[in-house]
């Protein structure tokens, strides 16, 4: 079974942990731990989280990573 992977990232907001929550309500897996770093261009924290997913179609790279 293919293993596709994806980085989720957003600012240091609740959003963040509404994406994950999603990604992990449709199957996805936490990759490690998450990750903090703040975007001196704009002057806030961001924070990303890598996670993973066993898929039953040949990985493709025009797939739409996020809708698997």
Known sequence: M???YRMIT??????FC???S???S?????QGSPTMAFDAARGVMRCGQAVTKQI??????DMKLGQQ
């Not at 039953?56 to 790279?61: E, F, I, L, N």
């Open 18 to 20: 509404h994406r994950v």
């Open 26 to 30: 449709k199957g996805w897996q936490l």
């Open 22 to 24: 999603e990604a992990l």
């Open 2 to 4: 293919p293993l596709i």
């Open 56 to 61: 039953d179609t040949p990985y493709h790279p």
């Open 10 to 15: 957003e600012d240091d907001t609740s959003q």
